[in-house]
């Protein structure tokens, strides 16, 4: 920008230096308000609201006016909401089916983490079973993980658009086989820690069947209800990214 | 659906298939660079508002015309590009008849010599 010439009007709006990103960031949440766009939507206008504004900047306006000249030209969100549901009234409602069962995975996942927590802490902490139950103490635990993680996202400390999860739901088998997989590790290490808590402190619930009979049966009840939302989850990966297309 | 300085609503919505399927026949592209192309072509005559196009493209990937994928560009950053699956390059064909048919009955009763067939 330095050196081209400035009009008056210029010179005062350089004075509140104009952000190019920070436009683009306030435009995508105008976008983000609209319900009827997907995100992948989203994510296609804004990389068309970049390519119109490089290419009114090559023309040789400044950035600010290659913004605002590109901004119109992609349209009012309300109205793009508008069209792009006409082209595909039940994508948005796959999305958010998608993102309901994310969440129900989440919340059963952290569900099991929680009851080794709960053992561990029982365990360690007998003053702290005096003061409230397991099952309670259960719940509280649970509470305190999603609203820590809902926490993390809304702060942006937790990145839902990061390339890691991206890479994770490229397409239906890979995204099978790492779920599960982790699912797997994961319970299998939850049950044995608290199976071996649990015999530490010779509270087995009535469990006689020794330790692989009782992991055996915390994975395979934990499991079961997991993989509903994971089968939704694998349904509904997006279309497009299902299979490498094949071309003409 | 679009603004357009020449042709009406109804010609652009009606055009926009052969069109965008014709421009893909020769190649992958983007929404931004597809838009750019259109202009260029027509001579400006045929201006697409810039996020109406997408609706049109979902359209015609959800009939399996074309299909798209998420590619990084030269620039760095990712962008959606669309490409013709083997349905679409029949398709090409069908709209092609029809549109010359319209063009040559035209021809005929205006009494000019078809443009090219």
Redesign the interface.
């Known amino acids: 920008m330095a050196g081209r010439s400035q009009h008056p009007v210029q010179i005062m709006e350089n004075q509140t230096r104009f952000n190019l990103n920070a436009a683009v960031e306030s435009w995508r949440q105008e976008l983000a308000a609209q319900p009827n766009l997907a995100s992948d939507d989203r994510r296609e206008l804004e990389t068309h609201l970049r390519d119109a504004v490089a290419g009114f900047q090559q023309r040789g306006l400044n950035d600010e006016e290659s913004f605002w000249l590109a901004r119109r030209r992609v349209g009012q969100p309300q109205q793009l909401g508008e069209e792009f549901v006409k082209a595909d009234p039940a994508k948005v409602w796959r999305e958010r089916a998608f993102w309901m069962a994310a969440g129900a995975l989440t919340a059963l996942f952290l569900f099991t983490t929680t009851m080794p927590l709960t053992a561990i802490i029982g365990y360690c902490f007998p003053s702290v079973g005096k003061i409230v139950d397991e099952p309670t103490l259960s719940i509280m635990l649970w509470v305190f993980q999603i609203i820590g993680i809902t926490f993390l996202i809304t702060r942006g400390n937790m990145n839902l658009q990061s390339p890691l999860l991206a890479s994770l739901i490229k397409d239906r088998f890979h995204f099978a086989v790492m779920t599960i997989s982790v699912l797997l590790a994961a319970e299998t290490f939850c049950a044995t820690i608290m199976f071996w808590v649990y015999v530490a402190s010779r509270n087995v619930h009535g469990f006689n069947g020794g330790p692989f009979a009782y992991i055996g049966n915390f994975m395979f009840v934990s499991l079961a209800l997991e993989l509903v939302p994971v089968t939704i989850l694998i349904w509904l990966l997006p279309a497009q990214n299902r299979k490498t297309p094949k071309r003409a | ?1 679009y603004k357009t300085a020449m042709l009406t609503k109804d010609l652009v919505a009606a055009s926009s298939k052969p069109l965008l399927l014709s421009i893909l026949a020769g190649g992958e592209s ?4 597809i838009i ?1 192309k259109v202009r260029e072509l027509s001579g400006g005559q045929i201006e697409w ?4 196009l ?3 493209l ?2 015609l ?2 009939d399996g015309l074309i ?4 590619k990084e560009a030269d ?1 760095g ?4 590009y669309y ?4 349905d ?2 029949k398709a090409i064909k069908t709209e092609r008849q029809q549109w010359l048919a319209v063009h040559n009955t035209l021809c005929k009763l205006w009494k000019i010599k078809p443009a090219s067939i």
């Open positions: 659906m983007y929404g931004y660079e750019q508002s810039d996020g109406m997408y609706p049109v979902h359209r990937e959800r299909d798209s994928e998420w620039t950053r990712e962008r959606k490409f013709l699956s083997s679409g390059r």
